[in-house]
């Protein structure tokens, strides 16, 4: 009776995860669980499988790609790739990636890596990260789409000694076409979020709309938990509220 209870108990669970849309991704014989995958040392060979959230940029047949399953994310740097291949590779497209785990300034990525496609497709939706911001929680989420919201506008000083609400350029030293930089506050404290020119060039609503900012304004944002020196978001979406 007990061994029939039990395992009545574990098919309504399976169901229940089913039904809200969380089923765990079931990885292909030598594949790395996202665990496993943060558990691993770096300069090691990483073996995942992942799904494409947005491309960065393409030249020399090597590829920079944001990428996500449900359990975490990936930042794929310089991966060989045609402009073939490239072109294949939309949001939600489901890759298998070889490559080596490595880190750049606190970011973590995936380099000298080759992949194949594969049968399936996820978008990830973006995660409230807001409450997140000074915690020990956030580099548990690094790479992955999430949303910050709430925020308020806080002056960058430009190459003139003057406030402003965004720099083009870290340092303000750019011109239109370069990254944006701008800083946010919450709480009392402030933070550099990104708009990266080779994901988001001047063409694109998110980078038009950081350039009409004004410090004081109140913003929602989506992006992807980039990491420099410390959390340095990749901005895809703001909205003034």
Known sequence: MKKLVVAVLALSMALALVACGKKADVKSEGVMTHA???????????VIETYVQAKQSWWDNKATVYTQDKDGAYFLYNMACSEEDFAKLTPGTKIKVTGYKAEWAGEVEVVDATFEIQKGNYVAKAADA??????????????EFVSFKGMT?????????EEVAFLYSWDGSGQDGDDLYFNVSLNGETYNFTVESYLCDNTTEVYNAVKNLKVGDVV???????????VNPHITKVTVK
């Open 130 to 143: 807001t409450a997140w911001l000074g915690t020990d929680e956030l580099i548990a989420h690094q790479n």
């Open 220 to 230: 929602d944002m989506e992006g992807f938990l980039y990491w420099y020196e410390g």
């Open 153 to 161: 506008v806080a002056p960058s000083t430009n190459a003139d000694g």
């Open 36 to 46: 496993e995958y943060v558990a691993a040392e770096l300069d090691s060979e990483v």
